[in-house]
């Protein structure tokens, strides 16, 4: 569990994707890292972004700007969306990693 006094940052996030993302059942499909990172860190970011706001409400805009996104890679929003959830679900707490 992070420290609530410290700020988050993309760093420690990523070490903690790194070393996690294979228990993902996403992860089974494509076990390459570097196809979820992009996701991971759109979610992280966009979770700083909005906060306050339900995933519900903005997860038309982040599948919009998905295509725009700098670390993207070659995946489309449907292929990764449950991984910028994640991200997003770890950053704001509202509900767990891995909780339906």
Known sequence: ???????????????YWR???RTRPYAAITPDYNIWRGAYRYGFEAAKQY????????????????????????ST???IKAAVRDAWDRVTGRRPVGTP
């Open 1 to 15: 569990m992070r420290d609530p006094d410290k700020g988050l940052n993309w760093k420690d996030e990523e070490l």
């Open 51 to 74: 906060e306050g706001r339900p995933w519900d409400d903005i997860e038309p805009e982040l599948a919009h700007g998905w295509s725009a996104y700098e670390h993207r890679g070659t």
């Open 19 to 21: 070393d996690n993302y």
């Open 77 to 79: 929003w449907d292929q």
